[in-house]
């Protein structure tokens, strides 16, 4: 999704789902599909959502989405609404705020957030498949979770390790 698009590269295979239109034409059909309207400030939201390409938080979005007719409530109901529909995931994170995600047939990955700096990186493995099999065979529906990693990234250890000389954290 970064600034490659070569399609043929032995790699992007992983996203070929998504390759048949564009993010913000599927994320459109999605919304058709539902019954629901394709306003403009729903397009401009979506539209961040797949720039960033990563977790933001509602004001990151609204600031992305530069339209006046859009303030930050329009924001927030769009946002409750793309993600009944399963066309954005909400993370959380351990200080409280929840971020937004675009979800767009993407393959189930996870984050870690740098408890130190808040740096969000992506990892890309499924841990929850067979639970929630498991659970769709007890008979349960719509089922989703929720799994964060905390730590702290490698630049802030060194900078900690930096500001202070007798940290243990790196010796070798
Ligand atoms: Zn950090």
Redesign the pocket.
């Given at each position: 999704m970064i600034a490659s698009s070569q399609s043929n590269h032995p790699l992007s295979g992983v996203k070929d789902f998504g390759r048949t239109a564009n993010p913000l034409d599927q994320a459109c059909a999605r919304l058709r599909s539902a019954g629901l309207r394709i306003t403009q400030p729903r397009i401009a939201i979506l539209e961040a959502l797949i720039q960033r390409n990563n977790p933001a938080s509602i004001e990151q979005i609204h600031n992305d989405v530069t339209s006046d007719s859009c303030d930050l409530v329009t924001v927030y109901r769009c946002l409750a609404v793309f993600e009944e529909l399963g066309l954005v995931r909400r993370c959380f994170f351990h200080n409280g705020t929840s971020l937004y995600e675009i979800n767009l047939n993407d393959s189930p990955h996870y984050h870690i957030v740098?408890r130190?700096?808040g740096?969000v990186e992506r990892i890309d493995v499924s841990l929850t498949d067979g639970v929630e099999r498991m659970l769709r065979e007890r008979g349960y529906q719509q089922v989703t979770h929720m799994v964060e990693f905390f730590g702290?990234?490698p630049?802030?250890q060194k900078k900690m390790a930096e500001s202070n000389p007798l940290s243990p954290t790196i010796v070798r």
């Amino acid at each position: 999704m970064i600034a490659s698009s070569q399609s043929n590269h032995p790699l992007s295979g992983v996203k070929d789902f998504g390759r048949t239109a564009n993010p913000l034409d599927q994320a459109c059909a999605r919304l058709r599909s539902a019954g629901l309207r394709i306003t403009q400030p729903r397009i401009a939201i979506l539209e961040a959502l797949i720039q960033r390409n990563n977790p933001a938080s509602i004001e990151q979005i609204h600031n992305d989405v530069t339209s006046d007719s859009c303030d930050l409530v329009t924001v927030y109901r769009c946002l409750a609404v793309f993600e009944e529909l399963g066309l954005v995931r909400r993370c959380f994170f351990h200080n409280g705020t929840s971020l937004y995600e675009i979800n767009l047939n993407d393959s189930p990955h996870y984050h870690i957030v740098c408890r130190s700096c808040g740096k969000v990186e992506r990892i890309d493995v499924s841990l929850t498949d067979g639970v929630e099999r498991m659970l769709r065979e007890r008979g349960y529906q719509q089922v989703t979770h929720m799994v964060e990693f905390f730590g702290v990234c490698p630049d802030c250890q060194k900078k900690m390790a930096e500001s202070n000389p007798l940290s243990p954290t790196i010796v070798r």
